[in-house]
C-alpha cells in the first residue's frame, strides 16, 4: 500500500534561518505530488506541484522554493525565512488526474 | 469572492443529529472533494465526486452539477466526527482549489 512521509512534525525556526522540510512516498511510482500551506485561520493554499522529478510549477510567488530530486522526494526550502512563512505545511501526493489526493500529517512552522 | 464558499463556518451538534454542510462554487470543475481535518492537523479524503452522490458509512455527499452546489451530510453523528470538513474543487487539472472550512463540534 502507498505511504506518505513527512517531517519534521512540528518546527520552530528564528527569522533569517534556512527551511528544509522533506517528503516521501512509498509504494507508487512518478506520483504527482503537491506541497501546501494553510496560514492560522486560513484555508489551504497550493504552492508548489510537480508532475515528475525536476519539474516544478509554482503557484504563488514567495519565499519558498521546491526540488524534487527523485521521484518519490519532494523538498519544500528557503534560504531565509520570514515571519509571514509560519504556519501549517502539507504534502500530498495523487496518481493520476482526477485522483484523490493523499495528504501527509503536516509540519507545523513556527517562525520566531 | 472566493470560487469556493463553504456554510456554514462552524457548526455545533449533540450526539446522534443529522448534520449537513453546504459547497458552493462559482468555476467548471471536474470534480469535487470532501476532505476531513482532524485537530492534529492531519487531512483525509473523505469522497471525490464528479456527479450523483456517494456514501460512505455514515457520510453522504451529493452534487448538483448544474447548480454548482454540493452537500456533505453526516447521519447519527457523533464526537469522533469533531474536525474540520473542507470542500475542495479541481479544474481540469489535479491542482484543487479550497474552501476555508467548516468546523463541526459533536458534543456528547
Known amino acids: 500500500s502507498q505511504t506518505i512521509h513527512q517531517w519534521p512534525a512540528t518546527l520552530v525556526q528564528p527569522v533569517g534561518s534556512p527551511l528544509s522540510l522533506e517528503c516521501t512516498v512509498e509504494?507508487?511510482?512518478?506520483?504527482?505530488l503537491y506541497w501546501y500551506r494553510q496560514a492560522a485561520g486560513r484555508g489551504l493554499q497550493l504552492l508548489f506541484y510537480?508532475?515528475?522529478?525536476?519539474?516544478i510549477s509554482s503557484e504563488v510567488p514567495q519565499n519558498l522554493s521546491a526540488s524534487r530530486p527523485q521521484d518519490r522526494q519532494f523538498i519544500l526550502s528557503s534560504k531565509k525565512l520570514l515571519l509571514s512563512d509560519s504556519g501549517f505545511y502539507l504534502c500530498a501526493w495523487s496518481g493520476q488526474l482526477n485522483q484523490p489526493q493523499h495528504f501527509g500529517d503536516g509540519t507545523r512552522l513556527s517562525i520566531l | 469572492k472566493n470560487e469556493v464558499e463553504q456554510s456554514p463556518q462552524n457548526l455545533t451538534a449533540q450526539e446522534g443529529e443529522f448534520i449537513t454542510i453546504n459547497c458552493s462554487y462559482s468555476v467548471g470543475i471536474s470534480a469535487l472533494h470532501w476532505l476531513q481535518q482532524h485537530p492534529g492537523g492531519g487531512i483525509v479524503s473523505l469522497f471525490m465526486?464528479?456527479?450523483g452522490k456517494k456514501k460512505h458509512g455514515r457520510l453522504i455527499a451529493t452534487i448538483n452539477i448544474q447548480e454548482k452546489h454540493s452537500s456533505l451530510h453526516i447521519t447519527a453523528s457523533h464526537p469522533r466526527d469533531s474536525a474540520v470538513y473542507i470542500c475542495?474543487?479541481?479544474?481540469?487539472?489535479?491542482?484543487?482549489?479550497f474552501g476555508t472550512g467548516t468546523r463541526l463540534q459533536v458534543f456528547p
Open positions: 465526486l464528479s456527479s
Open positions: 509504494g507508487t511510482s512518478n506520483p504527482n
Open positions: 510537480s508532475v515528475g522529478i525536476g519539474q
Open positions: 475542495a474543487v479541481s479544474l481540469n487539472t489535479d491542482k484543487l482549489i
